[in-house]
């Protein structure tokens, strides 16, 4: 069964930062498109960000440009979300996801983010 699985998630102030990853098992991981995704409560889940095969090429949210970095290392099988300048606004839970033209969508369980003093 492929696996998605986030971790880093947590309790931050305005303005630090965190990094989170996304650890994939079970499939072939370089060949899909990743994405991290948040949902706050009472709203929709919203696409944070997003990144090729090769990580060449990368597509942000306005809220989250210049702030938030993402990345994978194919080789280790893991997706990154580096946040940095949090805002209150920035709490949500986090997911990644990965997809493949012709596959269901895969979906990790989702990693808390809270942003607040």
């Known amino acids: 069964q492929v696996q998605l699985v986030e971790s880093g998630g947590g309790l931050v102030q305005p303005g630090g930062s965190l990094r989170l990853s996304c650890a994939a098992s079970r499939f072939t991981f370089s060949i899909w498109t990743l994405s991290w995704y948040r949902q706050c409560p009472g709203k929709e889940r919203e696409l944070v960000a997003d990144i090729s095969t090769t990580g060449g090429r990368t597509n942000y949210a306005d809220s989250v440009k210049g702030r938030f970095t993402i990345s994978r290392d194919n080789a280790k099988n893991t997706m990154y979300l580096q946040m940095n300048s949090l805002k209150p606004e920035d709490t949500a839970v986090y997911y990644c996801?990965?997809?493949?033209?012709?596959?269901?969508?895969?979906w990790g369980q989702g990693t808390q983010v809270t942003v607040s003093s």
């Open positions: 996801r990965a997809r493949r033209f012709g596959y269901s969508d895969v």
